[in-house]
């Protein structure tokens, strides 16, 4: 059994299984990826990395797709 | 996967590049939550002893010169030279736009299950599951599995259609686990109380900040339903930006191939749902066929040229079936947003005659998704035909871009092979 | 209005709906001119659509300077009545200086540009740093160029038409011409199009009747009419995604005016642009000789290189999309505009090279005043198509 991972979204921490995608720890957590550019919050709408709607900043990279990308522990998720 | 296994077998060298993180694309996408079907291990077990370089992470975006592609990967970027090619780039869902189909945790039917399968938890969550293909079937199954609760599943096919369907799986003893699947689950959903409604279609979602309700036409009447997320996918979209960008003929939004899978680009080839939208099994016999041939070994493809014939009907049986209805062409309202990217609503589209004319003035397929959400979707309701595409047919860092100016790749970025 | 349409003769024709095109319709049916304007697919589809909207003064000749400073001021006061599609937004243009040479280059350009009213001013190395934190360290200096702007090319060839469209003016899309001239323009397959909204003797026509026709079809120009000295110069360009407040000025390097004069085959030079989303636009570069649209990826790698060399921070930045452009070049740099010495009905307006955006409306409105017979309020002798055919006109 793996043990769980936390990463802070938005400075709050959550915790998600291990191997669980970024994208759906900020999903989980009831919160938007990103905001649009007419200011509406938006989610993962492909799931497969083609969309872009799942943007997120994590480390202080901005534009990252997060449904590609695997939690991992300490990682800083902003989407604001 | 399995033109890679079958060229490698041959003794050639092969490399397979891959967006994601593992291969197995999206129906046999890995997760958290595992369970990749036994099918898919088989096919990578034997990718693994055969010798197959994966290269993983790493997304296509260029073709400077011919044998010679273009990948950037989490944070460099590759050189790839080969004799063969082999396209397997697959299909993404077809989104089509309705008002409030912004709203978060309004996914694709295939988008969500791939949240699922990384983890997101659905027990005690309601889902309706919407739009139109054998994938919703899939999905509904799954989300089961997971401990959704679905109000709803609504399929816009009409009952004809679906009846004919049936009958032609039951028919034709169809190429077992899909064909099975779909049988089965017919019957799970009646019996399991899942309601299943043809005729069926999302016109409206709605919630503040989040999904909180959708309203569906049922039997000609429309009906709310509470829930929280929405998975709607109306079929699949060939994935054929690669195909294009190095010029392989296109027909009806498929690449043109030969019985050996071969484009009409000498030495390029290509296998799965670019040469037409298929299902698993069309996928993988045409893939082997494709592995083949661009190993040499024609003789040994064409023993697979019947069952790529049985899997074919499959296909066209498809096609027929979930063909999109006119009615869903006025689903979305003036001011429901078509390009997600830029935030384009119907109505400043229409005031435009070309797919062109609208990116220009409206900026509509400007942005990050290349159009691959707001194309078919344009293409459905306006009947626009999409323009050709220029690299990088994938957004790539400038520096990748601009690697390689002062000439070739370093050794480390090279990769080498025969396919 | 309804004269022309059934008479199908109108005061002029004018060949290309891209800005200068669009800037021209706009003022002839301003002054109340029965005018037609044909294009094939789209408004501001050509080299409109490519190129960067970036509204400069530049200071290359004085003929050069005098069209664009009058363009630009027009451009200013049009400002107010510019939809937010237009984009546009006076951010000012730096010209980076990398070293000591190109400083004395600053100096000579502030003294030029303050001699003739432009507000300017000379950054040292440290204020540079302070209003672009993104451009490397240890550069010279730059020229502040406060009134350039830059807008949305396409859209903005669209506003002008509306308002043409407005004030009586027909737009005929779907059209493509075959030939010129006798004021007569002959359309190549009939019309399509918008064009089918329009009454059915309309529809019929073939050729349009026009005391006069206005060539502003672009590197093309001479496809129309034989004997321009017009030469494509091909350019290509980058977009990436959005980062707010990476880059807040227009920036060029002085190099630049070097890239610009080349008779090399190619060139490249940094020139980035902030689009109001926090996009950047990242060009340039130059080539003689290219016909195909296709993107050179040798050219591209090194236009990306050179920009990451003036901004590192661009390396990581996620590009979106490329594309190419065909600049339209005359020999002496600068663009035609007035009558074509070979066809009393034919006028010409283009061959702006890089500049079509800037000079679009000073170009329009000294055209017009051409042929309306009101003094322009600049000299118009250096743009005359004559200047070139003379020797033509001689042999």
């Known amino acids: 059994m793996l043990s769980p991972v936390t990463l802070m979204v938005n400075g709050s921490p959550v915790a998600v299984p291990a191997g669980t995608t970024v994208a759906v720890a900020v999903v989980a957590a009831g919160q938007a990826c990103r905001t649009s550019v007419s200011g509406e919050p938006r989610g993962p709408l492909c799931g497969m990395g083609t969309c872009f709607e799942c943007r997120v900043a994590i480390n202080g990279k901005p534009h990252c797709r997060s449904c590609q990308i695997l939690c991992e522990p300490g990682m800083e998720v902003r989407t604001d | ?419 | 209005m309804s004269s022309a349409a059934s008479s199908g003769a109108y005061d002029v024709a004018v060949v290309g709906a891209g800005i200068v095109g669009a800037a021209c319709a706009c003022e002839f049916a301003r002054r109340g001119l029965r005018v037609v304007v044909v294009d094939t697919e789209v408004v501001g589809g050509g080299a409109t659509a490519a190129g960067m909207g970036h509204i400069v003064a530049m200071d290359d000749s004085e003929a050069q300077f005098a069209l664009t400073r009058y363009s630009q001021q027009l451009w200013q006061e049009l400002r107010a009545e510019l939809p937010e599609d237009v984009e546009y937004e006076q951010c000012g243009t730096i010209w980076v200086a990398a070293d000591e040479q190109e400083m004395a280059e600053v100096w000579r350009k502030w003294d030029y540009y303050r001699e003739r009213g432009v507000p300017v001013e000379v950054l040292d190395g440290q204020s540079l740093k302070r209003l672009e934190p993104n451009l490397r360290d240890g550069m010279a200096g730059g020229l502040l160029v406060k009134e350039d702007a830059v807008l949305y090319p396409p859209c903005a060839a669209r506003f002008l038409m509306d308002r043409a469209q407005k004030n009586g003016a027909t737009l005929r899309l779907g059209a493509s011409v075959a030939e010129i001239g006798q004021g007569r323009v002959r359309l190549a397959d009939g019309l399509k199009g918008d064009a089918l909204k329009d009454d059915a003797l309309e529809i019929a026509r073939l050729e349009i009747s026009a005391q006069i026709i206005v060539n502003a079809t672009g590197a093309g120009a001479a496809d129309l009419t034989p004997g321009i000295e017009i030469k494509k110069r091909k350019g290509h360009l980058v977009i990436t995604d959005r980062y707010p407040g990476f880059l807040r000025h227009q920036l060029v390097e002085l190099g630049y005016l070097k890239s610009a004069h080349s008779v090399s085959s190619y060139s490249v030079a940094f020139n980035v642009q902030p689009r109001p989303t926090g996009q950047v636009l990242i060009g340039s570069s130059r080539q003689y000789g290219a016909e195909h649209k296709e993107v050179d990826h040798g050219i591209l790698m090194r236009m990306l290189q050179r920009a990451r060399q003036y901004m590192p921070g661009l390396g990581p930045k996620s590009a979106l999309r490329t594309w190419t452009g065909f600049r339209a070049a005359t020999p002496d740099k600068l663009p035609l505009i007035g009558p074509w010495p070979g066809d009393k009905s034919v006028f010409l307006a283009t061959g702006h090279e890089g500049l079509g955006i800037t000079a679009s409306l000073g170009t329009a409105r000294i055209l017009v005043d051409q042929i309306t017979g009101v003094r322009p309020a600049i000299p118009i002798e250096p743009y005359l198509p004559s200047r070139a055919a003379k020797e033509h006109v001689h042999a």
């Open chain 2, 1 to 419: 996967m399995a033109a890679a296994v079958r060229a490698a077998e041959c003794g050639v060298r092969v490399g397979i590049v891959d967006d994601n993180a593992s291969l197995g694309g999206q129906i046999w996408r890995s997760g958290s939550e595992g369970g990749q079907p036994k099918e898919a291990v088989g096919w990578a077990e034997r990718l693994r002893t055969a010798g197959v370089t994966a290269l993983c992470s790493m997304r296509i975006f260029d073709q400077p010169e011919a044998t010679v592609l273009l990948a950037e990967g989490t944070d460099d970027v590759h050189e790839l030279r080969c004799e063969n090619l082999v396209l397997a780039t697959g299909a993404r869902e077809r989104f089509l736009p309705f008002p409030g189909w912004t709203l978060p945790n309004v996914m694709g039917a295939g988008g969500l299950q791939a949240m699922v399968k990384c983890g997101l938890p659905m027990r005690g969550k309601r889902v309706v599951v919407a739009g139109t293909g054998p994938l919703l079937l899939a999905v509904a199954a799954c989300l089961r599995q997971h401990g959704a609760e679905i109000p709803l599943i609504c399929e816009q096919a009409s009952w004809g259609n679906l009846a004919r369907f049936s009958l032609s799986l039951l028919g034709q003893s169809l190429l077992g686990p899909y064909g099975k699947l779909i049988q089965g689950l017919r019957l799970t959903a009646e019996l399991g109380g899942t309601p299943f409604a043809a005729n069926s279609w999302p016109l409206a979602a709605h919630g503040r900040q989040t999904l909180e309700s959708v309203t569906v036409s049922r039997g000609g009447k429309s009906e709310t339903i509470r829930c929280d997320y929405l998975a709607c996918g109306f079929h699949l979209v060939s994935n054929i930006e690669l195909p294009l960008l190095l010029g392989c003929q296109i027909q009806n939004g498929c690449v043109q191939v030969d019985d050996l899978q071969r484009t009409t680009v000498p030495k390029v080839l290509c296998a799965g749902e670019p040469t037409g939208i298929g299902g698993v099994e069309l996928s993988i016999v045409e893939g082997q066929i494709a592995g083949l041939a661009a190993a040499g070994r024609a003789t040994e493809a064409r023993k697979l040229f019947g069952e790529r014939e049985r899997a074919r009907r499959f296909a066209s049986i498809l096609d027929r079936t979930f063909r999109l209805r006119p009615e869903l062409t006025s689903l979305p309202a003036p001011e429901t947003i078509v390009c997600r990217c830029e935030d384009v609503p119907y109505s400043r589209l229409r005031q435009h005659t070309s797919w062109r004319a609208a990116k220009l003035h409206t900026r509509c397929g400007m942005g990050p998704c290349q159009g691959r959400v707001c194309g078919p979707a344009t293409q459905f309701l306006l009947k626009w035909n999409p323009a050709s595409v220029r690299p990088p047919i994938f957004p790539a860092r400038v520096e990748s871009l601009a690697a390689f100016a002062d000439g070739p790749a370093p050794e480390h970025n090279q990769v080498t092979g025969g396919i």
